[in-house]
């Protein structure tokens, strides 16, 4: 059984005050709750980490950083080392989500070397994949899907990668307020199962969780989660809102 999972992507939002009251308010109302049944987490921007971790601390509500750097240290100005992430207290990471690859331009191969130093440096990195609507209406999103997932893991062990959660988010359902379907979604998340089962194995397939993003809401997080292949929602614009990003919590127990 996969315990499902909840992450919120606070992205370029909030400030010193409003991260903190935000992640106060999240484990509050979801106060002993959490552990054992769900996987929830919070992704602030680098400068909120350490207070939102004090913020959240012995909540059951965990934290991640929204991008790292490969390197450990060095010559390296303006990045962040995953050896950083884990000395402030985050747990998860996020690797390649689509405004990192389709914004700031990273490619396939950065993504790769992110999410391998992640792992080799104790976090937990949730790599994004997710194709464009051209793509998608071209034909093409399986193709683009197993691109991300390849360069993704590309050479990673089987044990390295129990540490991987996938989040599939079609950039065209990204903060447009058009959800891919249930349906779109389970048929995605079944390509990226099978393509698990097919690199690795079936019983490393049936273990990793497939997230699904993209206007992911509270009246609609719970048609997503009945999905048999979707374990989790990553959830941007709606995880602001302590109320909303609970309820959407409360759909996926
Ligand atoms: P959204 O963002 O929920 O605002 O569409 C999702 C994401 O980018 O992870």
Not at 223 to 239: K, P, R, T
Request: hydrophobic share 45%.
């Amino acid at each position: 059984m996969r315990k499902p999972f909840v992450a919120g992507n606070w992205k370029l939002n909030t400030d010193s005050r409003s991260s903190v009251e935000l992640a106060k308010s999240v484990a509050a109302s979801l106060s002993g709750r959490v552990a054992g049944q769900i996987s929830v987490a919070v992704i602030p921007p680098f400068v909120y980490l350490q207070s939102v971790v004090r913020a959240v601390s012995s909540s059951g509500v965990a934290v991640g950083a929204q991008d790292v750097y490969f390197e450990q240290k060095g010559a390296f100005t303006g990045e962040i080392s995953p050896a950083m992430l884990k000395d402030v207290g985050c747990t998860y990471v996020l690797c390649g989500h689509s405004e990192r690859r389709h914004v700031i331009g990273e490619t396939d191969e950065l993504v790769g070397r992110k999410l391998a130093a992640s792992i080799s440096g104790g976090l937990l990195p949730v790599l994004c994949v997710g194709e464009l609507l051209e793509e998608r209406d071209a034909g093409q999103t399986e193709q683009v899907v197993a691109r991300h997932l390849r360069t993704g893991v590309s050479g990673l062990s089987a044990e390295k990668m129990s540490a991987v959660t996938i989040a599939y988010e079609p950039v065209w359902a990204i903060g447009t307020g058009r959800t891919a379907t249930p349906q779109q979604a389970q048929e995605v998340h079944a390509f990226i199962r099978n393509w698990l089962a097919e690199a690795y194995d079936k019983t490393l397939a049936e273990e990793i969780r497939v997230l699904y993003g993209g206007s992911v809401k509270a009246d609609n997080a719970r048609a997503l989660m009945q999905q048999q292949d979707v374990d989790g929602l990553l959830v941007g614009g709606a995880s602001l809102k302590a109320d909303e990003f609970v309820r959407i919590i409360e759909a996926a127990l």
